[in-house]
């Protein structure tokens, strides 16, 4: 990565990942922004940059993981395929259960409740800001997320936190719904409340400071380390063991 390198194009979940490790946080809105930058320029082909999306009445169909491959195009080498959208038709196809992890994203269309939502992008200093919570509501923005124990549960939770106040803060609504399933208990964590500003104000001041160089990551716990991605190439890694 260049030294003082500075992505112009994010997304809110990259920005909020700076809850589980600073570092992580870059390495994600990086790697993302060729794609973000890719959608916000699709995005502004549609009236006031937005697309409504309301899945609340959509079907879920299980298929085998070699169909799913079929209708996405997607090959073997080019990683796992989780879901097909049919738009047309109001499906979403899943991998047969035991044909595939446990993923994020089917725990979602298993598990979260439905609302409608809206993609779309906001200008925030010199960035653009993807944004499509996982619902919104007259007056809250809602996030939904997965996790596989109770441990964990502690450090998703500022994560999804930290990601729906923001939500809330650009889509101007006052309050914030996130769940958070923690899949060794079969439990769903519900957490609202009232839009924090400072909260958001300080996510995006140190996404802005650590992007652009001018504040140092804060290694995080040790064991965050162990199996990430970006464990061979991290400087941060082992300096020092955070929170
Ligand atoms: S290896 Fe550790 S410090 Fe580096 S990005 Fe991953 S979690 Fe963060």
Not at 170 to 194: C, D, L, M, N, V
């Amino acid at each position: 990565m260049k030294k003082g390198y500075v992505v112009r194009f994010l997304k809110v979940s990259d920005i909020a990942q700076q809850h589980w490790c600073h570092q992580f946080s870059i390495y994600r809105a990086v790697e993302d922004e060729k794609m973000v930058k890719g959608a916000v320029k699709q995005l502004k082909s549609y009236p006031n940059n937005k697309v409504k999306i309301d899945h609340r009445d959509t079907k879920y169909k299980y298929l085998p993981k070699h169909k799913l491959r079929e209708l996405t195009g997607i090959s073997k080498n080019q990683g796992e395929v989780r879901a097909h959208v049919d738009i047309d038709k109001n499906i979403v196809y899943l991998p047969t259960p035991g044909d595939i992890f446990e993923t994020g994203e089917m725990e979602q269309h298993l598990f979260a409740e439905r609302y409608p939502t809206v993609k779309t992008f906001f200008v925030w200093g010199k960035y653009a800001v993807l944004a499509c919570p996982d619902g919104i509501s007259d007056d809250f923005c809602y996030e939904f997320k997965s996790t596989s124990n109770p441990f964990l549960y502690f450090y998703v939770k500022h994560v999804a936190l930290s990601q729906v106040h923001i939500y809330s803060y650009f889509y101007k609504k006052p309050k914030i719904r996130a769940q958070i399933r923690i899949r060794s208990t079969e439990e769903i964590k519900t957490i609202k409340g009232r839009r924090d500003n400072t909260r958001v104000a300080e996510a995006l001041d140190t996404m802005d400071k650590l992007l652009r160089g001018k504040i140092k990551p804060i290694p995080p716990a040790a064991w965050k380390c162990g199996k990430c991605e970006y464990r061979k190439k991290c400087p941060v890694r082992g300096k020092k063991t955070g929170k």
